[in-house]
């Protein structure tokens, strides 16, 4: 499986009392599909995923199937503390059909190399499907380091990596040592590195609510190696990474950036709590400035 052009880690939208609210997850799948992107991740962080029972993802991934209809692929997160609970997961992405898995590193337990591939390995023999790797050392404390990746080489399953760490010596690695895997941008304010570096899939959070600012990026660099439409259009976005990198409340702030397009996302679950005003304002200010400025660039509206 070839992990090309814009993924989103869908959020998950909520009502006010914390439950889903699968008539807004309807809207947000629709909107994506319009706007162009690739392919959609169910139960990814951006989804909150780690706020959520078992029985939730399972209904979450089931309809979120069920939404897209065939028209884009489905991923779907196996992300747990446990090996054997990451294997339960993989097992319920491929009885709703999806396409591929994403598999990251267990978070707490901080596994070394070798641990990190057993326990991949293990997902990948209890279901036999692709897999997108997921490194994200921020969040998790370890690297998929070299000893992981060279292990992982085993199965062909492992055909795409969405690197997270930040670090661009990582980005050169796995495109002079790894050409196999399908490199994915995972750090949003280094994707111009990473399409200059050979990546032809970027999976960014962003594309909740800006799908036309990311995937005019993606076509730019990859589809029609114009490094010098593309700088424009990053530098249009730099602002917005800004605030979405650096800010502390990611998920909040995709989730205003969904309401923003008229699709009520609602509040983050526990611990989180959603934006103030002053951050709503902000981050209100910095779209409506993209929006304009990518719609100068290509012609486009949001």
């Known amino acids: 499986m070839q992990f090309e052009g814009i993924w989103t880690p869908i959020v998950t939208p909520l009502k006010e009392d914390f439950s889903v609210d699968e ?4 809207e ?5 599909i319009a706007g162009g992107v690739n392919g959609i991740i169910s139960a990814g962080t951006t989804g909150e995923y780690y706020a959520q029972t078992f029985e939730e993802r399972a209904r979450l991934a ?3 199937k069920e939404m897209i209809g065939g028209r884009v692929p489905l991923v779907v997160g196996t992300g747990a503390l446990r090996t054997e609970d990451s ?18 590193t267990p978070p707490y337990s901080v596994p070394t190399g070798r641990e990190i591939a057993l326990h991949a390995l293990a997902i990948d023999r209890a279901v036999d499907m692709p897999v997108m790797l997921y490194n994200y050392p921020g969040r998790m404390g370890v690297n998929m380091d070299e000893d992981t990746l060279d292990r992982l080489g085993r199965s062909p399953n492992f055909c795409g990596i969405k690197e997270s760490s930040g670090d661009i010596n990582r980005l050169h690695l796995i495109a002079r040592e790894y050409p196999h895997l399908g490199l994915l941008c995972g750090m949003d304010d280094q994707a111009l ?16 609510f800006a799908p036309h600012a990311h995937v005019a990026l993606y076509k730019a660099c990859v589809l029609e190696g114009d490094f010098t439409k593309g700088r424009r259009i990053m530098s249009a976005m730099m602002p ?13 702030c995709i989730k205003h950036g969904v309401t923003m397009r008229g699709i009520e996302a609602g509040p983050p679950r526990k611990p989180l709590q959603p934006l103030n005003k002053d951050d709503k304002r902000a981050l209100e200010e910095v779209i ?5 400025s990518i719609a100068a660039i290509t012609g486009e509206g949001k």
């Open 23 to 26: 008539a807004a997850l309807a």
């Open 28 to 32: 947000v799948v629709e909107y994506l």
């Open 62 to 64: 089931k309809i979120t």
């Open 87 to 104: 294997i339960e997961f993989a097992k319920m992405a491929k009885d709703v059909g999806a396409e591929a898995i994403l598999v990251a």
């Open 193 to 208: 590195e990473f399409f200059a570096w050979g990546a032809r899939g970027w999976v960014c959070a962003g594309s909740n």
């Open 240 to 252: 917005l990474m800004s605030v979405l990198e650096q800010g502390g409340k990611f998920i909040q």
């Open 288 to 292: 409506r400035t993209l929006d304009t």
